[in-house]
């Protein structure tokens, strides 16, 4: 049932029976394979290398439009049938609902944890990445001091927000771990690795983040996710 989508051609499957996902561990790539390990999912991880602009061909293109990894194939979807997914956001809470697991049942606690999920979707990802861009990329051809000052600003207000929301609580929903934390904690990693930008993002003053992260790269899951699947 996998080789019905055309993706499968370029990367074929070895398993059937399990997840297909096609990735490369940048923040949002790290976010899925988090998510896949903490479930304990059988799952197949196929290397997108966007350096050599694999998510540009027509076989990526078949998956996702949008032309932006990670995405996964699911042979064993709604009513036993297979489903592609893209958009992490979409695959963190459809693996959730799947599983049981990392979003919690009580609805007000349920909502919450999905408005953290899209706050980083948002707001947190999209301002770090672009900060991240003109500060340890191509932005650094860039003279104007403009682009690189408005998102590290904005990424330093961001995380301001996530430090205040995390005092008194372990994680972001306060006791338990959920898919609002790993979407979030591979963005925040960025930071360090691969932006060495820890003094620019003056991460000093956001003790209860800095706390956290070292909480939740400590996860096994997370140990592993950060090389899934290997770079190139």
Request: hydrophobic content about 40%; proline content about 9%.
């Amino acid at each position: 049932m996998l080789d019905t989508f055309d993706i499968t051609k370029r990367w074929p499957a070895t398993r059937s029976d399990a997840i297909q996902l096609y990735s490369l561990p940048t923040p949002n790539g790290i976010k899925v394979s988090a998510m896949l390990e903490e479930c304990g999912l059988a799952y197949e991880a196929h290397l997108v290398n966007i350096m050599q602009d694999d998510q540009f061909t027509p076989d990526f293109l078949s998956l996702n439009p949008n032309n932006k990894i990670p995405a996964i194939i699911d042979p064993d979807g709604p009513n036993g049938k297979p489903l592609g997914l893209f958009e992490t956001g979409a695959i963190l809470i459809y693996l959730a609902e799947k599983t049981g697991k990392f979003l919690p049942v009580d609805p007000v606690k349920r909502y919450e944890t999905i408005q953290w999920l899209m706050w980083q979707m948002g707001g947190l990802g999209p301002m770090l990445g672009q900060f991240g861009f003109f500060h340890a990329f191509g932005g650094k051809a860039i003279e104007d001091p403009r682009p690189v000052a408005r998102y590290r600003e904005e990424g330093q207000r961001l995380l301001g927000v996530l430090n205040d929301r995390l005092e008194g609580r372990d994680f972001i929903m306060g006791d338990d771990y959920t898919i609002a934390d790993i979407a979030c904690w591979p963005w925040v990693r960025a930071i360090s690795t691969p932006y060495k930008a820890e003094a620019e993002m003056e991460l000093e003053d956001v003790p209860n983040v800095t706390r956290w992260l070292e909480a939740c790269m400590a996860r096994p899951a997370s140990q592993v996710a950060v090389n899934v699947p290997p770079r190139p």
